[in-house]
């Protein structure tokens, strides 16, 4: 019996502790507004997203609906538009996915604010013709955006592009169908006049053509021989489809597709359209220690993929960009690192572009022309605005507007080898300075015909990699000017952003802080030498090639000793071109110090003089490209090295300043002192110079 009380009673503790945290949840994640909410009627959005200002963020979450709080911060949603944004509760700051701000001033025409409001921008190819479909345009208005709350985030689904495939307009029906189940149904003029200018009526018997004309009717649409018939336009579009559609199912609510397919079968009509371009994908926004992740699963992607080519997807193009009428500057990670100030660029169309972690060789088109190598896949901006702060308490309580410095640095921590990394400054288009990734799913190139064989015409042949990214896109976006659970905190500054940068990459591991006994008092200095280089040298008046030393492993330990007399003892030298041929070196499937430079035994007693002396050696071996190929180098051509998608071999392009364009170098050229050829020819030359040297006289016996 007691037993059964205390049972009891653990159940109803358990039952009220279970309300107690529905409640308390249901208090940090209110109800989310459904989709139906946010639209009337007829599917329009109840609020004018591209008319109405927000002239603070603030006002814009009042729109948004709360979906998680954690971790110090809260992710707001936007059931319509697909928008989120991560706040900073304490001081109401934080990054929108999209300009909440887009129409104050009126800076911007309809089609760039309905861009602006797009998380996604897909680019595609069909029948060799690319287009590009956005998110806003293209899901939230046709009502194809979807969310589900996940751990620790929310997943927005979209399905960009038109879902249905088979429109409720007869291509091809009789005149008498036509007119009694469609034409006599529509009472209203105006849609009645909308419909008939798509459709052309196809009668043989009308008096008015000519014997010929008719003849030509017939042999375009034979079933005319039998009935006159009403036929729809080619070249409608899918808008104008979708209206018609509309106003037949209101009109003529007889008319099924049932009895469509039944005028397509007398009409002998076989469909030629197109299932029209539609792509899943679904972004997931979860909150962590420093701000927000969002992950974009490449292996989630469906489309029709026997008829359209997946080009590239932008994410999260506008995601914390700035206002160029305010202070603030982007990031990108061009070179060294630069900075692009707002007010340098205000006013101008201003992209820079560039392929993370350079061009691919083996591609035929490459670009980069007049900019660094993007090295890191980072970027971040930073922004001055006004914000509205409490002052007082109580009653008497006033709001102040002050200004401060907001920003975010985002890292491409999954998929960044896939990635061009795109920094726009809207100009006279939009006022928002934006930086984002373009994924290309499929790598492709595209090779010219006019430059192997004779065609009429530049065609061109474009290949696609047949294997299909299964891993994801993944973004961590990290909050500056705001102080974590954790303690730790990042300035709104370029400084903030190294810094956050720097712990990132040391909390994955991919560097380590350096130990007080590893740091030496005194800073390293790198030399970097380099060792033979092949010059032209005259034996017994032939010009002859020969192996030159730059700088010896004798001349790394002189070296050494200067510097250590002078007080720089902590040196390390990375040696360059010491092997295999020196500069111009043979690929690294056997090593060999050429003999010019010191040799194997040099190379050991540098090594034993380093370790006795304390500095740093570091041979420089290339692994990615073969300079000189050779006798015997372990190297099969057909096995290992790159081809282009014309079947040629690729080399390295160094670009060429006089004539602006990349330059292809020679790179797989046999030196000239180890082959059989060069040696006959020397033997040759030699043999006819000698010759020469003495007199004869040549008679003709006639």
Known sequence: MNAKRILSVLLALLTVLGSICITAYASVVPAAAAYEDKVDENGDPKIDYLTKEYKTGKNKLKDMTLIREQNGFQLWYEEFTGEVALVDPETGEGIFSNPYDIAVGNYASKATRQQLLSQLAVTFSYNGVEKTMYSYTDAALLGQINYKNIKNGVRVEYAIGELQTTRLV??????TRFESMIMNNITNEKDLEYVM??????????????????????????????????????????????????????????YTYEEMEQDHNDCD?????????????????????????????ANGIRFDESTYTLKSITMLPYMGSGRGSNEGYSLIPDGSGTLIRFEDIQGQTYNVSGQMYGSDYAYHSISGQHTEKMTMPVWGVVETRETEVKVGVGPSATTEKVESDRGYLAIITEGDSMANLMCENGGKIHIFNNVYPMFYPRPSDSYNLADSISVGSNSSLTVTSSRKYAGSYRIQYILLGTEFENGKSYDATYVGMAKAYQEYLEGTGAITQLKKEDVQKDIPLYVETFGAIQTTDRVMSFPVTVDTALTTFEDVKTMYNELSEAGISNVNFRLTGYYNGGLNNTYLAKLEWEKVVGGDSGFKDLLSYATEKGFGVYPDFDFAYQRLADWFDGVSEKKHLVKSIDDRYMSKREYDAAIQDFESAMLLQFPQQYTITSMLSSMLTILLTALRAFPYQHSVQT
Not at 170 to 175: A, G, H, L
Not at 213 to 234: G, I, R, S, W
Not at 283 to 289: A, D
């Open 197 to 254: 200018s798509f459709y052309s009526l196809k009668d043989p018997y009308d008096v008015k053509l000519t014997e010929s004309l008719v003849k030509e009717m017939q042999a375009a649409f034979p079933v005319t021989k039998k009935f006159a018939v009403y036929v729809c336009e080619t070249d409608i579009s899918a808008k104008e489809l979708k209206r018609i559609e509309d106003i037949i199912k209101t009109f003529c609510p007889l």
């Open 269 to 297: 009509y076989v469909s030629q359209d197109v299932a029209p371009p539609n792509f899943k994908m679904a972004i997931e926004y979860t909150i962590n220690e420093t701000g927000l992740e969002a992950r974009l699963p």
């Open 170 to 175: 007869p291509r091809m029906i009789s005149k």
